[in-house]
């Protein structure tokens, strides 16, 4: 049984820094890829960020590139996601997922495990 919890998030402001981590249990993740997304009140799930837990290459959305860095901590089985410079974009629920590089590690179809979700508050 695949379980992610994530931690870190909290009341931002216009140009503050945030790092959510995203620690996973359950099975070996060489061949996977955690992802980012996050979710606005009344709006669709978006990617932010993925990579991938073998090769660490990265993806990341146009929003958030020069802005955002996603790490892995193979030994801790640990992602982590460095929010820099962040907007008023007001808040978002993040949450990290597992899923199969194979499939377009940008596509929430690629995800078949989900964190619960940790909770960026920010002005809007």
């Known amino acids: 049984q695949v379980q992610l919890v994530e931690s870190g998030g909290g009341l931002v402001q216009a140009g503050d820094s945030l790092r959510l981590s995203c620690a996973a249990s359950?099975?070996?993740?060489?061949?996977?890829?955690m992802g980012w997304f996050r979710q606005a009140p009344g709006k669709e799930r978006e990617f932010v960020a993925t990579?991938?837990?073998?090769?660490?290459?990265?993806y990341y959305a146009d929003s958030v590139k020069d802005r955002f860095t996603v790490s892995r901590d193979n030994a801790k089985n640990t992602v982590h996601l460095q929010m820099n410079s962040l907007k008023a974009e007001g808040t978002s629920v993040y949450c990290c997922?597992?899923?199969?590089?194979?499939?377009?590690?940008?596509?929430?179809?690629?995800?078949?495990?989900w964190g619960p979700g940790n909770q960026v508050t920010g002005p809007s």
């Open positions: 997922a597992l899923g199969w590089w194979m499939y377009g590690p940008t596509s929430r179809k690629a995800y078949h495990y």
């Open positions: 990579i991938n837990w073998n090769s660490g290459r990265t």
């Open positions: 359950g099975r070996t993740f060489s061949s996977y890829a």
